[in-house]
């Protein structure tokens, strides 16, 4: 089980981005940093916290699949390697 938490770099890499668009999204909510003048801080928020939810996908995705294929390995065609 040990190996279902284990994700690769990218996947950890992009899940990191994911989780600091989402923070910059809280911050501009909060009024704790300014938006650029050119956008509205709302907007800019809406789009970095679709975009943090986006990045931080593939990382659950692979983790659900994995799941999936310890809990139900006869529906991935995975035969019992103990044998």
């Keep these: 089980?040990?190996?279902?938490?284990r994700l690769?770099?990218?996947?950890?890499?992009l899940e990191a981005i994911g989780v600091i668009a989402v923070i910059g999204?809280?911050?501009?909510?909060?009024d704790w940093i300014a938006a650029p003048a050119a956008i509205s801080e709302k907007t800019l928020a809406t789009v970095l916290f679709i975009?943090?939810?986006?990045?931080?996908?593939?990382a659950a995705w692979l983790m659900m699949w994995?799941?999936?294929?310890?809990?139900a390995p006869q529906l991935f065609?995975?035969?019992?390697?103990?044998k």
């Design 1 to 5: 089980m040990s190996n279902l938490a």
């Design 25 to 30: 999204a809280l911050a501009l909510i909060n």
């Design 51 to 58: 975009v943090g939810i986006v990045l931080m996908l593939p």
């Design 66 to 71: 994995r799941t999936a294929k310890a809990m």
């Design 77 to 82: 065609n995975q035969h019992d390697k103990k």
């Design 8 to 13: 690769p770099k990218p996947v950890l890499l």
